[in-house]
Protein backbone atom coordinates (compact mmCIF):
# COMPACT_ATOMS: atom_id res chain seq x y z
CA UNK A 1 0.00 0.00 0.00
CA UNK A 2 1.36 3.16 -1.05
CA UNK A 3 2.05 5.84 1.79
CA UNK A 4 0.36 8.88 1.80
CA UNK A 5 2.02 12.10 2.59
CA UNK A 6 0.41 15.17 3.98
CA UNK A 7 1.67 18.57 4.17
CA UNK A 8 2.03 20.51 7.80
CA UNK A 9 -1.46 22.28 8.36
CA UNK A 10 0.52 25.64 8.48
CA UNK A 11 2.21 25.25 4.85
CA UNK A 12 -1.44 24.23 3.57
CA UNK A 13 -2.96 27.63 5.16
CA UNK A 14 0.14 29.63 4.01
CA UNK A 15 -0.35 27.98 0.31
CA UNK A 16 -3.68 29.16 0.20
CA UNK A 17 -3.26 32.44 1.05
CA UNK A 18 -0.74 33.17 -1.45
CA UNK A 19 -3.47 31.46 -4.35
CA UNK A 20 -6.39 33.53 -3.20
CA UNK A 21 -5.91 36.87 -4.57
CA UNK A 22 -8.25 39.39 -2.42
CA UNK A 23 -11.09 41.37 -4.55
CA UNK A 24 -10.07 45.20 -5.65
CA UNK A 25 -12.55 47.56 -4.17
CA UNK A 26 -14.06 49.85 -5.77
CA UNK A 27 -17.04 52.68 -5.51
CA UNK A 28 -19.58 53.84 -8.08
CA UNK A 29 -19.64 57.47 -9.98
CA UNK A 30 -23.18 57.46 -11.24
CA UNK A 31 -23.95 60.38 -13.64
CA UNK A 32 -28.12 61.89 -14.25
CA UNK A 33 -27.51 64.45 -17.41
CA UNK A 34 -29.68 65.63 -18.87
CA UNK A 35 -29.89 66.05 -22.70
CA UNK A 36 -26.82 64.17 -23.28
CA UNK A 37 -28.81 61.06 -24.36
CA UNK A 38 -26.70 59.14 -27.10
CA UNK A 39 -23.14 60.95 -26.47
CA UNK A 40 -20.24 60.00 -25.35
CA UNK A 41 -19.12 61.09 -21.83
CA UNK A 42 -15.19 60.60 -21.31
CA UNK A 43 -14.23 60.20 -17.37
CA UNK A 44 -10.77 61.49 -16.84
CA UNK A 45 -8.45 61.86 -13.99
CA UNK A 46 -4.99 63.72 -14.10
CA UNK A 47 -5.87 65.06 -17.28
CA UNK A 48 -6.28 61.82 -19.02
CA UNK A 49 -9.54 59.63 -20.27
CA UNK A 50 -9.60 56.79 -18.41
CA UNK A 51 -12.92 55.64 -19.08
CA UNK A 52 -16.53 56.56 -21.33
CA UNK A 53 -19.92 55.57 -21.27
CA UNK A 54 -22.70 56.18 -23.72
CA UNK A 55 -25.54 58.13 -21.97
CA UNK A 56 -28.80 56.36 -21.43
CA UNK A 57 -31.35 57.66 -20.45
CA UNK A 58 -29.57 60.49 -19.29
CA UNK A 59 -27.47 57.93 -16.91
CA UNK A 60 -23.74 56.34 -17.03
CA UNK A 61 -22.18 54.60 -14.32
CA UNK A 62 -18.41 54.44 -14.10
CA UNK A 63 -16.77 52.00 -11.46
CA UNK A 64 -13.83 53.04 -9.92
CA UNK A 65 -10.88 51.09 -7.90
CA UNK A 66 -10.39 52.63 -4.88
CA UNK A 67 -7.15 54.42 -4.40
CA UNK A 68 -5.14 55.32 -1.55
CA UNK A 69 -5.38 58.96 -2.93
CA UNK A 70 -8.31 61.54 -3.05
CA UNK A 71 -7.79 63.04 -6.68
CA UNK A 72 -9.95 64.83 -8.13
CA UNK A 73 -12.04 63.05 -10.87
CA UNK A 74 -13.82 64.72 -14.01
CA UNK A 75 -16.23 63.99 -16.95
CA UNK A 76 -16.49 65.49 -20.33
CA UNK A 77 -18.76 65.84 -23.36
CA UNK A 78 -17.35 66.37 -27.10
CA UNK A 79 -18.44 69.94 -26.72
CA UNK A 80 -18.05 71.01 -23.52
CA UNK A 81 -15.09 74.32 -23.30
CA UNK A 82 -13.35 72.44 -20.45
CA UNK A 83 -14.45 69.13 -17.79
CA UNK A 84 -16.34 69.53 -15.00
CA UNK A 85 -14.34 67.93 -12.33
CA UNK A 86 -15.08 66.82 -8.75
CA UNK A 87 -13.74 65.05 -5.62
CA UNK A 88 -15.05 61.26 -4.58
CA UNK A 89 -12.95 60.42 -1.46
CA UNK A 90 -13.47 56.89 -2.65
CA UNK A 91 -17.26 56.49 -1.68
CA UNK A 92 -20.58 56.11 -3.84
CA UNK A 93 -20.72 59.55 -5.70
CA UNK A 94 -23.43 60.99 -7.55
CA UNK A 95 -23.59 63.75 -10.13
CA UNK A 96 -26.82 65.31 -11.37
CA UNK A 97 -27.30 67.90 -13.75
CA UNK A 98 -28.16 69.51 -17.06
CA UNK A 99 -25.77 68.64 -20.09
CA UNK A 100 -26.23 72.22 -21.25
CA UNK A 101 -24.84 74.61 -17.95
CA UNK A 102 -22.04 71.77 -17.21
CA UNK A 103 -21.15 74.29 -14.04
CA UNK A 104 -24.78 73.52 -12.29
CA UNK A 105 -24.12 70.06 -11.73
CA UNK A 106 -24.59 68.68 -8.55
CA UNK A 107 -22.48 66.33 -6.58
CA UNK A 108 -23.42 64.12 -4.19
CA UNK A 109 -21.61 62.09 -1.44
CA UNK A 110 -18.16 63.13 -1.18
CA UNK A 111 -17.46 65.56 1.92
CA UNK A 112 -14.26 66.81 -0.11
CA UNK A 113 -16.60 68.00 -2.74
CA UNK A 114 -18.73 69.88 0.33
CA UNK A 115 -16.20 71.75 0.99
CA UNK A 116 -15.43 72.64 -2.41
CA UNK A 117 -18.33 73.68 -3.19
CA UNK A 118 -18.28 75.76 0.23
CA UNK A 119 -15.38 77.55 -1.00
CA UNK A 120 -16.98 78.01 -4.17
CA UNK A 121 -20.55 79.68 -2.69
CA UNK A 122 -18.23 82.58 -0.89
CA UNK A 123 -15.90 83.22 -4.15
CA UNK A 124 -18.81 83.78 -6.02
CA UNK A 125 -20.54 85.82 -3.58
CA UNK A 126 -17.45 88.02 -4.07
CA UNK A 127 -17.29 87.72 -7.52
CA UNK A 128 -20.91 89.51 -8.00
CA UNK A 129 -19.66 92.31 -5.79
CA UNK A 130 -16.89 92.74 -8.30
CA UNK A 131 -18.82 92.32 -11.17
CA UNK A 132 -21.38 94.85 -10.07
CA UNK A 133 -18.89 97.24 -9.84
CA UNK A 134 -17.40 96.34 -12.80
CA UNK A 135 -20.51 97.24 -14.55
CA UNK A 136 -21.25 100.46 -12.63
CA UNK A 137 -17.49 101.78 -13.90
CA UNK A 138 -19.21 101.05 -17.36
CA UNK A 139 -22.07 103.27 -17.63
CA UNK A 140 -20.27 106.08 -15.40
CA UNK A 141 -18.01 106.17 -18.62
CA UNK A 142 -20.73 105.72 -21.12
CA UNK A 143 -22.22 108.92 -19.32
CA UNK A 144 -19.35 110.80 -18.86
CA UNK A 145 -18.49 110.98 -15.44
CA UNK A 146 -14.63 110.54 -15.00
CA UNK A 147 -14.18 110.95 -11.44
CA UNK A 148 -17.35 108.61 -10.25
CA UNK A 149 -15.43 106.05 -12.60
CA UNK A 150 -12.22 106.52 -10.96
CA UNK A 151 -13.60 106.16 -7.46
CA UNK A 152 -15.60 103.27 -8.63
CA UNK A 153 -12.45 102.13 -10.14
CA UNK A 154 -10.52 102.06 -6.61
CA UNK A 155 -13.54 100.20 -5.26
CA UNK A 156 -12.93 97.44 -7.65
CA UNK A 157 -9.32 97.00 -7.02
CA UNK A 158 -10.20 96.34 -3.60
CA UNK A 159 -12.74 94.01 -4.01
CA UNK A 160 -10.59 92.14 -6.43
CA UNK A 161 -7.80 92.01 -3.70
CA UNK A 162 -10.81 90.48 -1.28
CA UNK A 163 -11.38 87.66 -3.73
CA UNK A 164 -7.53 87.51 -4.14
CA UNK A 165 -6.72 86.77 -0.95
CA UNK A 166 -10.05 84.75 -0.15
CA UNK A 167 -8.06 81.99 -2.02
CA UNK A 168 -4.95 82.79 -1.01
CA UNK A 169 -6.33 82.05 2.35
CA UNK A 170 -7.89 78.84 1.90
CA UNK A 171 -4.96 77.62 0.55
CA UNK A 172 -2.68 78.91 3.28
CA UNK A 173 -4.39 77.84 5.99
CA UNK A 174 -5.41 74.60 4.63
CA UNK A 175 -2.27 73.29 3.06
CA UNK A 176 -2.53 69.47 3.58
CA UNK A 177 -6.87 69.93 2.22
CA UNK A 178 -6.91 68.75 -1.38
CA UNK A 179 -9.58 71.22 -2.20
CA UNK A 180 -6.73 74.07 -0.86
CA UNK A 181 -4.44 72.67 -4.12
CA UNK A 182 -7.57 72.93 -6.38
CA UNK A 183 -7.91 76.24 -5.35
CA UNK A 184 -4.76 77.11 -5.83
CA UNK A 185 -4.51 75.30 -9.39
CA UNK A 186 -8.63 76.90 -10.47
CA UNK A 187 -7.49 80.37 -9.31
CA UNK A 188 -4.02 80.26 -10.23
CA UNK A 189 -4.78 83.93 -12.21
CA UNK A 190 -5.04 85.75 -8.97
CA UNK A 191 -1.10 85.18 -8.28
CA UNK A 192 2.36 85.47 -9.62
CA UNK A 193 4.76 83.76 -9.78
CA UNK A 194 6.66 84.43 -5.99
CA UNK A 195 3.05 84.06 -4.39
CA UNK A 196 2.76 80.62 -6.11
CA UNK A 197 6.13 79.67 -4.96
CA UNK A 198 5.38 80.59 -1.22
CA UNK A 199 2.38 78.71 -0.93
CA UNK A 200 3.86 75.71 -2.35
CA UNK A 201 6.49 76.18 -0.39
CA UNK A 202 3.90 76.40 2.56
CA UNK A 203 2.11 73.37 1.27
CA UNK A 204 5.73 70.63 1.23
CA UNK A 205 6.97 72.50 5.12
CA UNK A 206 3.24 71.34 6.06
CA UNK A 207 3.66 67.67 4.65
CA UNK A 208 6.65 67.23 2.91
CA UNK A 209 5.65 63.59 1.57
CA UNK A 210 2.14 65.41 0.05
CA UNK A 211 1.57 64.61 -3.48
CA UNK A 212 -1.48 65.63 -5.70
CA UNK A 213 -1.80 66.16 -9.24
CA UNK A 214 -3.18 69.63 -8.89
CA UNK A 215 -0.26 70.76 -6.83
CA UNK A 216 2.13 68.61 -9.23
CA UNK A 217 0.51 70.82 -12.41
CA UNK A 218 1.16 74.03 -10.22
CA UNK A 219 4.92 73.22 -9.75
CA UNK A 220 5.06 72.52 -13.41
CA UNK A 221 3.23 75.77 -13.95
CA UNK A 222 4.99 78.36 -12.13
CA UNK A 223 7.99 77.55 -13.63
CA UNK A 224 7.01 77.67 -16.77
CA UNK A 225 5.62 81.40 -15.57
CA UNK A 226 8.73 82.24 -14.32
CA UNK A 227 10.57 81.49 -17.69
CA UNK A 228 7.92 83.92 -19.55
CA UNK A 229 7.80 86.77 -17.67
CA UNK A 230 9.91 90.15 -18.99
CA UNK A 231 12.98 90.34 -18.91
CA UNK A 232 12.56 86.17 -20.46
CA UNK A 233 13.87 85.37 -24.04
CA UNK A 234 10.93 84.48 -25.74
CA UNK A 235 9.86 80.50 -26.50
CA UNK A 236 9.57 79.99 -30.42
CA UNK A 237 6.27 78.70 -31.97
CA UNK A 238 4.93 78.12 -35.23
CA UNK A 239 1.40 78.08 -35.72
CA UNK A 240 -1.23 78.27 -38.94
CA UNK A 241 -3.24 81.47 -40.17
CA UNK A 242 -6.52 80.81 -41.26
CA UNK A 243 -5.46 79.44 -45.20
CA UNK A 244 -3.38 77.10 -43.57
CA UNK A 245 -0.12 78.77 -43.76
CA UNK A 246 2.53 78.59 -40.80
CA UNK A 247 3.37 81.56 -38.71
CA UNK A 248 6.66 81.48 -36.86
CA UNK A 249 6.71 83.98 -34.19
CA UNK A 250 10.79 84.74 -34.21
CA UNK A 251 10.85 85.71 -38.03
CA UNK A 252 7.16 88.03 -37.52
CA UNK A 253 9.02 89.74 -34.79
CA UNK A 254 12.34 90.57 -36.74
CA UNK A 255 12.49 94.23 -36.88
CA UNK A 256 9.14 95.20 -34.77
CA UNK A 257 7.49 95.78 -31.49
CA UNK A 258 5.24 92.77 -31.67
CA UNK A 259 2.61 92.40 -29.39
CA UNK A 260 1.50 88.59 -28.89
CA UNK A 261 -1.99 88.41 -28.13
CA UNK A 262 -3.76 85.44 -26.54
CA UNK A 263 -7.58 85.56 -27.11
CA UNK A 264 -11.05 83.76 -28.24
CA UNK A 265 -13.75 84.45 -30.20
CA UNK A 266 -15.80 83.32 -27.17
CA UNK A 267 -14.80 85.37 -24.59
CA UNK A 268 -16.11 88.44 -22.99
CA UNK A 269 -13.14 90.02 -21.77
CA UNK A 270 -11.77 89.57 -24.96
CA UNK A 271 -13.73 90.95 -26.95
CA UNK A 272 -13.96 93.77 -24.19
CA UNK A 273 -10.40 94.75 -24.46
CA UNK A 274 -10.38 94.20 -28.85
CA UNK A 275 -10.76 98.02 -29.02
CA UNK A 276 -8.34 99.11 -27.72
CA UNK A 277 -5.57 97.08 -29.08
CA UNK A 278 -7.31 97.91 -31.84
CA UNK A 279 -6.55 102.02 -31.61
CA UNK A 280 -2.75 100.87 -30.56
CA UNK A 281 -2.24 99.20 -33.58
CA UNK A 282 -4.20 102.44 -35.59
CA UNK A 283 -1.78 104.64 -33.88
CA UNK A 284 1.41 102.71 -33.70
CA UNK A 285 1.63 100.56 -36.33
CA UNK A 286 3.29 103.07 -39.16
CA UNK A 287 6.17 103.40 -36.53
CA UNK A 288 6.51 99.59 -36.46
CA UNK A 289 4.34 98.03 -33.78
CA UNK A 290 2.55 95.04 -34.53
CA UNK A 291 0.17 92.55 -33.30
CA UNK A 292 -0.12 88.55 -34.08
CA UNK A 293 -3.53 86.80 -32.34
CA UNK A 294 -3.34 83.53 -31.15
CA UNK A 295 -6.96 82.06 -30.60
CA UNK A 296 -8.19 79.42 -28.26
CA UNK A 297 -11.34 78.76 -30.12
CA UNK A 298 -12.45 75.49 -31.47
CA UNK A 299 -14.39 76.49 -34.03
CA UNK A 300 -12.73 77.85 -37.25
CA UNK A 301 -15.90 80.17 -38.54
CA UNK A 302 -16.62 81.71 -35.11
CA UNK A 303 -13.16 82.57 -34.72
CA UNK A 304 -13.15 84.17 -38.28
CA UNK A 305 -16.35 85.60 -37.88
CA UNK A 306 -14.64 87.74 -34.69
CA UNK A 307 -11.85 88.78 -36.45
CA UNK A 308 -14.22 90.50 -38.80
CA UNK A 309 -16.57 91.95 -36.94
CA UNK A 310 -13.93 93.40 -34.33
CA UNK A 311 -11.90 94.92 -37.33
CA UNK A 312 -8.81 93.06 -36.08
CA UNK A 313 -6.55 93.23 -39.35
CA UNK A 314 -3.59 91.91 -37.72
CA UNK A 315 -1.99 87.98 -38.50
CA UNK A 316 -3.89 85.38 -36.61
CA UNK A 317 -2.87 82.17 -35.75
CA UNK A 318 -4.69 78.74 -34.02
CA UNK A 319 -4.82 75.35 -33.64
CA UNK A 320 -8.25 75.26 -32.91
CA UNK A 321 -7.67 73.29 -29.96
CA UNK A 322 -9.45 75.69 -27.02
CA UNK A 323 -7.57 75.72 -23.69
CA UNK A 324 -5.16 72.96 -24.93
CA UNK A 325 -3.53 76.09 -27.50
CA UNK A 326 0.25 74.53 -27.94
CA UNK A 327 0.90 78.04 -27.69
CA UNK A 328 -1.03 78.89 -24.81
CA UNK A 329 0.68 76.14 -22.67
CA UNK A 330 4.02 77.26 -23.68
CA UNK A 331 3.25 80.87 -21.91
CA UNK A 332 1.42 79.25 -18.87
CA UNK A 333 -1.42 80.98 -20.11
CA UNK A 334 -4.78 80.00 -17.67
CA UNK A 335 -7.63 82.90 -18.18
CA UNK A 336 -7.74 85.03 -21.54
CA UNK A 337 -7.22 87.83 -22.26
CA UNK A 338 -3.70 87.71 -21.63
CA UNK A 339 -0.39 89.26 -23.83
CA UNK A 340 3.29 89.31 -24.26
CA UNK A 341 4.63 92.08 -25.57
CA UNK A 342 8.20 91.39 -27.45
CA UNK A 343 11.32 93.65 -29.09
CA UNK A 344 14.44 92.18 -30.43
CA UNK A 345 13.85 88.40 -29.18
CA UNK A 346 13.36 89.43 -25.26
CA UNK A 347 9.37 89.68 -23.62
CA UNK A 348 9.13 93.03 -22.42
CA UNK A 349 6.46 93.22 -20.74
CA UNK A 350 3.18 91.28 -19.72
CA UNK A 351 -0.46 91.11 -19.86
CA UNK A 352 -1.03 95.11 -20.61
CA UNK A 353 -4.14 96.42 -21.35
CA UNK A 354 -5.98 99.80 -22.11
CA UNK A 355 -3.75 103.25 -21.70
CA UNK A 356 -1.27 100.91 -19.82
CA UNK A 357 -0.38 99.29 -23.17
CA UNK A 358 -0.98 102.60 -25.37
CA UNK A 359 1.66 104.02 -22.72
CA UNK A 360 4.38 100.96 -23.05
CA UNK A 361 3.98 100.63 -26.87
CA UNK A 362 4.90 104.82 -27.17
CA UNK A 363 7.81 104.15 -24.49
CA UNK A 364 9.29 101.13 -26.25
CA UNK A 365 9.14 102.73 -29.66
CA UNK A 366 10.90 106.05 -28.39
Same mark, same amino acid.
Given at each position: ?87 ? &??? @? ?5 ? $? *? ?7 ? +??? =? ?10 ? &??? @? ?5 ? $? *? ?7 ? +??? =? ?27 PTDPVAHYVLYRYKWHFGPCEIRYMIDNIHQADSSIHSNNLTVMEEYVEKLERTQAGQPI ?132
Amino acid at each position: MMKKHFLPLAVVLMLAACNHQPAVETFPIHVDLANADGQMLYLQKGGQTIDSAVVENWKATFNMPVCADNEMYAIMLKDWRRPFAFFV &DNV @ETNLEGD $S *QNPSSIVVK +GSE =THARWDAFVEGY &DAL @EAKSDSI $S *QQIALAKQN +GDQ =TLAEQLQQQYDDAYEIQKMYCFDYVWEHPTDPVAHYVLYRYKWHFGPCEIRYMIDNIHQADSSIHSNNLTVMEEYVEKLERTQAGQPIIDFTQNDAEGNPVTLSELAQGKLLLVDFWASWCPDCRKENPNVVAAYNRFHEQGFDVLGVSFDTKKEAWLAAIEKDGLTWTHVSDLQGWNNAAGQLYSIAFIPQNALIKDGMIVARNLEGEALMAEIERQLQ
